[in-house]
């Protein structure tokens, strides 16, 4: 059994969810995109609350904020993100920074527990200005022309611009110094239903899956929609619902046992009732855990745009614009978040893979890490009715700082 010295405050940990939650309020959700003043708002409150537990807090040029201990022993890093979505939940990144944060105040406390919890809150999970753009400049993926490249999804700010208003231009980023932490714990709300539906609390994370996006461009002939015959028209619109639905057909033939695919945007050139589609263009998502399933598909997908090219009338070109290779989870650390729930959670957890991307897998590339997940009610993320109960909440916050015990007497 854990000793009690090292169980997690769960009236405590509820009352940060619920401090940050009203940062940005939205509905039952937050709204609170990065380098918005709610963001900087909850910036803020992580950075005074760090020194609760033994941390110095410090914000780096990109906007993480790093809680550091200067105890002696093996440290561990462990984290998540502030920012959220646009109108979205209050549970997605702040989850796993007050976890973070209630495990350091518990086992760096602790005279006798030999090590630290380290706690991290990366900037811009979210994607934002750019995907993970926080964890990928800490493990040294960011340049400064990435930087200076980015911007605002929504309102077309630069990058440079939002940071020189955070009061962070020119300030330098951290990166990971070699050696000093064992590895890197995150929790996260499941955003999916295989927890609530199984009855169980914790998800045990094998790996994350990788992300892969496409751009997909229909070229075709613009016309009047009145005066231009069916036979004779070139619709880049129907070339493109056409090549939707082909995918649909297809893809199951040649996807994993846990492959999906989305297309999330589609735009018409000129976009008018009365005119013929000369342009049209896809956004389109795949996401696995097996590389070599996202290239047999890719591989599909270039065959489909060949034999729509022989056939026309309109030109498809495909194009990769983003890869996210998945990573694994390192078996020690599942080891230790499946002992903590035997511990205090009577072992209601099960392994299983992450189908949404997380700064785990940007950790992974340098260094152990691992995650754990709690139930989300009726698999909701990414929306403003987002929620978890109290209990779980609760009951995955103890087992969080029981994992982050075992993974430094380990």
């Keep these: 059994m854990p000793d009690t010295r090292s169980r997690a405050n769960g009236e405590r940990v509820l009352a940060d969810l619920n401090a940050l939650r009203a940062i940005g309020a939205y509905k039952t959700g937050v709204h609170k995109p990065t380098f918005s003043e709610p963001h900087k708002q909850s910036l803020d409150w992580l950075m005074q609350k760090l020194p609760e537990a033994k941390l110095s807090a410090a914000i780096d040029g990109i906007g993480n904020v790093f809680g550091t201990s200067a105890k002696s022993g093996p440290k561990l890093l462990a984290g998540s993100h502030l920012e959220s979505q646009n109108y979205a939940g209050w549970l997605d990144g702040p989850l796993g920074v007050v976890y973070a944060l209630e495990a350091a105040r518990v086992l760096n406390a602790d005279p006798s527990f030999k090590g630290a919890v380290e706690v991290a809150a990366w900037c811009d999970e979210e994607g934002h200005f750019g995907h993970f753009l926080g964890s990928r400049s800490y493990v040294g993926q ?237 698999g909701i993320s990414h929306h403003w009715t987002e929620n978890t109960a109290d209990a779980d909440i609760v009951t995955g916050a103890e087992v969080f700082v029981e994992a982050c015990r075992r993974i430094l007497s380990g």
Excluded at 184 to 209: F, M, N
Excluded at 298 to 317: F, Q, S, W, Y
Aim: one cysteine or more; glycine letters at 10%; aromatic letters at 4%.
């Design 142 to 378: 960011v340049t400064e022309a990435d930087i200076e490249a980015a911007r605002d999804r929504t309102g077309g700010r630069t990058m440079r611009d939002a940071l020189a208003d955070m009061g962070l231009a020119g300030r330098p980023r951290v990166s990971a110094e070699p050696g000093r932490h064992v590895g890197y714990l995150e929790a996260h709300i499941e955003q999916g239903d295989t927890l609530e539906s199984g009855r169980l609390a914790i998800g045990v994370v094998t790996s994350i899956v990788g992300i892969w996006q496409y751009r997909i461009d229909f070229v075709g002939e613009q016309n009047h929609a009145g005066t231009t015959r069916m036979a004779a028209r070139k619709d880049a619109g129907l070339a493109l619902a056409k090549f939707c639905v082909a995918i649909d057909e297809r893809f199951p033939a040649a996807c994993g046992p846990r492959t999906v695919w989305t297309t999330g945007r589609i735009a018409l050139d000129p976009g008018a009732p009365s005119i013929i589609p000369g342009g049209a263009e896809m956004l389109f998502q795949i996401r696995d855990d097996d590389p070599a399933v996202i290239a047999r598909l890719e591989d599909l997908l270039h065959t489909m745009a060949d034999e729509a090219n022989a056939k026309g009338p309109c030109i498809v070109r495909v194009e990769r614009i983003r890869t996210g290779a998945p990573a694994m989870m390192d078996s020690r650390f599942q080891d230790a978040i499946e002992a903590a729930s035997k511990a205090v959670a009577d072992g209601r957890s099960v392994r299983m893979p992450s189908g949404a991307g997380h700064d785990a897998q940007m950790l992974a590339t340098i260094m152990p890490a691992g995650m754990l997940f709690v139930p989300s009610i009726g």
